[in-house]
């Protein structure tokens, strides 16, 4: 199986293809930003393909991350999954942000706890706890930085993910320390590959994981009165 991994959802662009065959990622590119995703997207995708030596009509299955993260990254990348998905009848499949943090350390170790937690501004966080072999014990939400840590504390647990340094400097200090803090701005893009490949699919194209409405909202005053 060849996948195309997609992740424009925090602070990178990346793209990466594995092939399962020989079960090397074959390419792969990861470009920081904040902003401009959808201009760096498609061609950063482009080089990727080429380095790889893999036709898009040889690919049997797209993985895009879904959120939560930046609304606009977000659909920058799941539009150009669905885009590719469409112009080759192959299946495109969607993983969350925070089950991608939390992967490799589950790989590494199913037996302790890990909580992904993502910066969701004002006072919030994104965040998502797994527990022993990768069960989710807390599905994706938000919440307020202190429920986060109160759910995170509850057990010897590793930390992880774009807000993983804020959560360690709320840890109370009446509860033991976290067993890891390791933060990243975005996910690794060669575990959006692997995890695409065991994906289910089935669930329609993919779609926005948001988790809370955009802080930008139309201006009643700005609108132009109707004729």
């Known amino acids: 199986m060849r996948v195309l991994a997609i992740d424009t959802a925090l602070a990178a662009c990346s793209a990466?293809?594995?092939?399962?065959?020989?079960?090397?990622?074959?390419?792969?590119?990861s470009l920081p930003m904040v902003r401009g995703h959808a201009e760096a997207l498609i061609p950063l995708i482009a080089r990727v393909m080429s380095e790889a030596k893999v036709d898009f009509a040889d690919l049997d299955r797209i993985a895009v991350t879904v959120g939560p993260g930046s609304f606009t990254g977000l659909r920058v990348g799941i539009s150009a999954a669905r885009g590719i998905s469409l112009a080759t009848a192959k299946p495109a499949v969607g993983l969350?942000?925070?089950?991608?943090?939390?992967?490799?350390?589950?790989?590494?170790?199913?037996?302790?706890?890990?909580?992904?937690?993502?910066?969701?501004?004002?006072?919030?966080?994104?965040?998502q706890v797994f527990g022993r072999g990768g069960r989710t014990?807390?599905?994706p939400r938000i919440a307020p930085l202190h429920d986060a840590v109160r759910a995170a504390s509850a057990s010897p647990t590793r930390v992880v993910g774009s807000a993983a340094n804020m959560l360690?400097?709320?840890?109370?200090?009446?509860?033991?320390?976290?067993?890891?803090?390791?933060?990243?701005?975005?996910?690794d893009?060669?575990?959006?590959?692997?995890?695409?490949?065991?994906?289910?699919?089935?669930?329609?194209?993919?779609?926005?994981?948001?988790?809370?409405?955009?802080?930008a909202q139309p201006q009643d005053a700005a609108r132009l009165p109707r004729r």
């Open 16 to 29: 990466a293809v594995l092939d399962t065959e020989s079960d090397q990622i074959v390419a792969s590119e």
């Open 96 to 127: 969350t942000t925070l089950a991608i943090f939390a992967a490799p350390y589950i790989a590494q170790d199913d037996t302790l706890p890990v909580a992904a937690v993502i910066d969701a501004r004002h006072g919030y966080v994104y965040m």
């Open 137 to 139: 014990l807390m599905a």
């Open 168 to 187: 360690a400097a709320a840890w109370p200090s009446s509860e033991p320390a976290p067993k890891l803090v390791e933060e990243s701005a975005a996910p």
């Open 189 to 215: 893009i060669k575990w959006v590959a692997r995890l695409g490949v065991t994906a289910i699919e089935g669930q329609g194209s993919p779609k926005p994981l948001y988790l809370r409405s955009p802080d």
